[in-house]
């Protein structure tokens, strides 16, 4: 039930691009995006709704393939504060919602 | 708005032993979560309160259990404690718990078992 994202890690240098891929074995209804920083509750990024949707903010984006049951979260121009781990979260029809494994991802000067 | 509040933040435990969570959710939020943190594991869910029922419920032992109150706040309580337990247990609210809701986390209860 859990979705397995990829990569497991990455270290990027300030400026530099990710993405982080977020895959699911059941079907999906909806994707959540969120952060964590060390010792911190994880802070909610965006939601993507079943339909192949692609919602953004500033430097942050993320698509959301349905019939891949699949999601990716890109960062642009990455900046020191977007260090931390991010999970996604996939929720079926049902109202049952996991969290992923986790991307952990450290920006360096 | 006030933010979701647990408490305790922090709390130690030995084995054998019983503890009880509190989450407050935010004000006209019906839908109060709980999730289970651990290095090993991740983020894992526990259960789902809305309107004083459960809803959905993870993959864990009867050894967790919660409760919801009228006022939507609720309790998470894991008996017989084991080592295992220790973890981060964060709680989540939403308006109605539906998959197309964004959740707002608490800080989080940090767990030791000794």
């Known amino acids: 039930q859990q979705p397995v994202q990829s990569p497991q890690a990455v270290i990027l240098r300030e400026g530099e691009d990710a993405v982080i891929n977020c895959s699911s074995s059941k079907a999906l209804y909806s994707v959540h995006w969120y952060r964590q920083k060390h010792g911190e509750a994880p802070v909610f990024l965006m939601i993507l709704l079943k339909g192949g949707e692609q919602k953004g903010h500033e430097k942050i984006s993320a698509s959301f393939n349905e019939k891949k049951q699949q999601s990716s979260l890109y960062l642009t121009a990455s900046q020191l504060s977007y260090s931390g781990t991010y999970f996604c979260g996939t929720a079926n029809t049902g109202n049952q919602f996991y969290f992923g494994t986790g991307t952990s991802l450290t920006v360096i000067p | ?114």
């Open chain 2, 1 to 114: 708005k006030a933010g979701v509040t647990q408490t305790p933040r922090y709390l130690i435990k030995t084995r054998g032993q019983q503890v009880t969570l509190s989450c407050s959710p935010i004000s006209g939020h019906r839908s109060v979560s709980w999730y289970q943190q651990t290095p090993g594991q991740g983020l894992q869910f526990l259960f789902e309160y809305f309107s004083e029922t459960q809803r959905n419920k993870g993959n864990f032992p009867g050894r967790f259990s919660g409760r919801q109150f009228s006022n939507s706040r609720s309790e998470m309580n894991v008996s017989t404690l084991e080592l295992g337990d220790s973890a981060l247990y964060l709680c989540a609210s939403g308006p109605q718990g539906r998959a197309q809701e964004t959740q707002y986390f608490g800080p989080g209860t940090r767990l030791l078992v000794l």
